[in-house]
């Protein structure tokens, strides 16, 4: 059974930083994209960035690139999200995502709600 679990989460202040970690089981995820979203109260989950399966490409939402920066590990079926300059709008509920397609682009992960998905992680940002 394939599971995706993320960890790294928790309480900062703004300008702080925090780094998140999602660890696949179940299946290797060498060849998909991978990538994260975040919930927000209120709000619909959102794109947050995204890393193809080589890693040669990332894609990052316009609200935190610059911030916030993707990279994966295939040996250990993980990606990781650091996430630096934190706001008090960054506050979320963080999953992760892979995608269901081999080889695809982070195109195929962004649009498809039928990826893997995470439990979530709770990032909370302190002013």
């Known amino acids: 059974q394939v599971q995706l679990v993320e960890s790294g989460g928790g309480l900062v202040q703004a300008g702080g930083s925090l780094r998140l970690s999602c660890a696949a089981s179940?299946?290797?995820?060498?060849?998909?994209?991978m990538g994260w979203f975040r919930q927000a109260p209120g709000k619909e989950r959102e794109f947050v960035a995204a890393?193809?399966?080589?890693?040669?490409?990332?894609y990052y939402a316009n609200s935190v690139s610059g911030r916030f920066t993707i990279s994966r590990d295939n040996a250990k079926n993980t990606v990781y999200l650091q996430m630096n300059s934190l706001e008090p709008e960054d506050t979320a509920v963080y999953y992760c995502?892979?995608?269901?397609?081999?080889?695809?682009?982070?195109?195929?992960?962004?649009?498809?709600?039928?990826?893997?998905w995470g439990q979530g992680t709770q990032v909370t940002v302190s002013s």
């Open positions: 995502a892979a995608s269901k397609w081999a080889y695809g682009s982070i195109s195929d992960l962004i649009g498809d709600p039928d990826n893997y």
């Open positions: 179940g299946r290797t995820f060498s060849s998909s994209a």
């Open positions: 890393i193809s399966w080589s890693a040669s490409n990332t």
